[in-house]
T-cell receptor, first 114, second 115 residues
Framework: AQTVTQSQPEMSVQEAETVTLSCTYDTSESNYYLFWYKQPPSRQMILVIRQEAYKQQNATENRFSVNFQKAAKSFSLKISDSQLGDTAMYFCALFNTNAGKSTFGDGTTLTVKP | ETGVTQSPTHLIKTRGQQVTLRCSSQSGHNTVSWYQQALGQGPQFIFQYYREEENGRGNFPPRFSGLQFPNYSSELNVNALELDDSALYLC??????????????FGPGTRLTVL
């Protein structure tokens, strides 16, 4: 079985500041992918960033970066220079390549305050 | 927005009825996954179809079934609807290959209400 846990149901940050969202996971597989998705109030899920488990280098996408600690099974998302448009629910997800199965966490609601 | 579309946008059914939801995948993608998202929760994986075959399945009963067509579009069918089936149903398309997977791109979802 694979699990994804997001321990912060809600977070808030001031505009222009930095915030880190936590995610831990568990899987017995060696071939998997990790993702952060953003779901704004309009509801369409949008990819923020992805990480291949076999890559040691942490992924970065503009203001978004991850801290991937494979041994600790931790995959946190850092948002720098937060913007009002970053307000959304953020989901951490694991894709098991061998089983063709995805598991999502329960999400963290992030509010960016002006 | 992604190239993934879903229909209908909203749907109201009564308990015991059957429903079919549709998903048109993004051009070039060969895989469609379906998710159920209850209000305030993360998406729950229903199943994935790869080149018209079921490639993986979550913990959903057999009354949840699917199809993928040669053009890689997909249907989700739910029989004998229950009140707990009320949720947002999301589909996501991706390009799956032997070495791994490309990113999933989600559609806007279908909101199903069972009365």
């Amino acid at each position: 079985a694979q699990t994804v846990t997001q321990s912060q149901p809600e977070m808030s940050v001031q505009e222009a500041e930095t915030v880190t969202l936590s995610c831990t996971y568990d899987t017995s597989e060696s071939n998997y992918y990790l993702f952060w998705y953003k779901q704004p109030p309009s509801r369409q899920m949008i990819l923020v960033i992805r990480q291949e488990a076999y890559k040691q280098q942490n992924a970065t996408e503009n203001r978004f970066s991850v801290n991937f600690q494979k041994a600790a099974k931790s995959f946190s998302l850092k948002i720098s220079d937060s913007q009002l448009g970053d307000t959304a629910m953020y989901f951490c997800a694991l894709f098991n390549t061998n089983a063709g199965k995805s598991t999502f966490g329960d999400g963290t609601t992030l509010t960016v305050k002006p | 927005e992604t190239g993934v579309t879903q229909s209908p946008t909203h749907l109201i059914k009564t308990r015991g009825q059957q429903v079919t939801l549709r998903c048109s995948s993004q051009s070039g993608h060969n895989t469609v996954s379906w998710y159920q998202q209850a209000l305030g929760q993360g998406p729950q994986f229903i199943f994935q179809y790869y080149r018209e075959e079921e490639n993986g399945r979550g913990n959903f009963p057999p009354r949840f079934s699917g199809l993928q067509f040669p053009n890689y579009s997909s249907e989700l069918n739910v029989n004998a609807l229950e009140l707990d089936d009320s949720a947002l149903y999301l589909c996501a398309s991706s390009l799956l290959f032997r070495e791994g997977t490309d990113t999933q791109y989600f559609g806007p979802g279908t909101r199903l209400t069972v009365l």
